[in-house]
């Protein structure tokens, strides 16, 4: 009998380690230890054996017995872990958060061409200052040498403001007030940039803005003649543009310089491109600043922001700068 059992044990354990479900280890657990089992019918005969005989077949059955609900033990728990693991997959849930890439913001394209000539001015030497935006007229025009009767002093050029009495106020139609202001409380020298916004009459079209961005630059030194001027545009147009644009420089007039010049920078076709305006500081200006013409000399230059954003990234239509429209400013 106990060979038997011992036979049935090891069928047991094989079948049970095979078992792929809980309903097939159910019907092995009846099978091996259920009523109609060989160990149970084994267990009423131990009554039938003699007394000494007894012990020993009942321990042996009982050994048997502990081996099969060990194996049916260990399936269970494999099969548990396995029902539990593919229940928790069936009812997993994807938690992960999602969203687009982010689309980082950058700064405006007239903000970067500021930043940009800045930082080439700041290379050489310059400062930076600046000033207010509404001016009276003795920072906009008459300490610039312009006078009553010039046109830019009438409101088809200039926007001026209502503020009444004492004195004329209007929006800087240019940054050279920040000039003025500059050699009223600096002594020189003087080695300035003064970009800002500035304010005209204007209609908007492909070319002009009512309210536009320019930079303007200010040396005044002992010795300072028109060749360092010319030096000057050419150096910071080779560290702007590049080596290969040239500069050249036209006569002209303005009311604060003397002698003025227009001046131009080569295109990849040969043709020439204007940039601004420059020309050596009028003795007058300095003399309404409180310097001496006879000790001290300069010149001045200007030119428009957002035009050299244009002409950088060969924009069709200025105005494509103020209209706020996110593909376009995105390629920037």
Known sequence: MIEE??????????????VEDLDGLAALDAEYLGKKSALTQAKKQLGELAPEDRKAAGQA?????????????????RLTSAARAEQLE?????????????????????????DRLEDVFVGMGYTIAEGPE???????FEAL???????????????????????????RSHTSPVQIRTMENQEPPIYIVAPGRTFRTDTADATHLPAFNQIEGLVVDRGITLGDLAGTIDEFVRAFFGGEVKTRLRPSYFPFTEPSAE???????GSWLELGGCGMVHPNVLRNCGIDPDEWQGFAFGFGIDRLAVMRYQLDDIRELVNNDVR?????
Not at 134 to 140: G, R
Request: aromatic share 8%.
């Open 5 to 18: 059992l011992e036979q049935t044990a090891a069928g047991a354990t094989a079948r049970l380690a095979d």
């Open 61 to 77: 059955v009982n050994e048997i017995r502990g081996r099969i609900e060990a194996a049916i033990a260990e399936a269970r728990a």
């Open 90 to 114: 069936a009812e997993r849930l994807d938690l992960t958060e999602t969203r687009d890439e982010i689309r980082r913001g950058s700064l405006h394209l007239v903000t970067q061409a500021r």
């Open 134 to 140: 509404v001016e009276s007229a003795w920072y906009n």
């Open 145 to 171: 040498n312009i006078p009553e009767w010039h046109p830019a002093r009438g409101s088809f050029d200039t926007i001026f403001v209502n503020l009444g009495e004492p004195e004329q106020v209007m929006l």
């Open 263 to 269: 001046f131009d920078i080569s295109r990849p076709d």
């Open 328 to 332: 376009f400013l995105r390629q920037f």
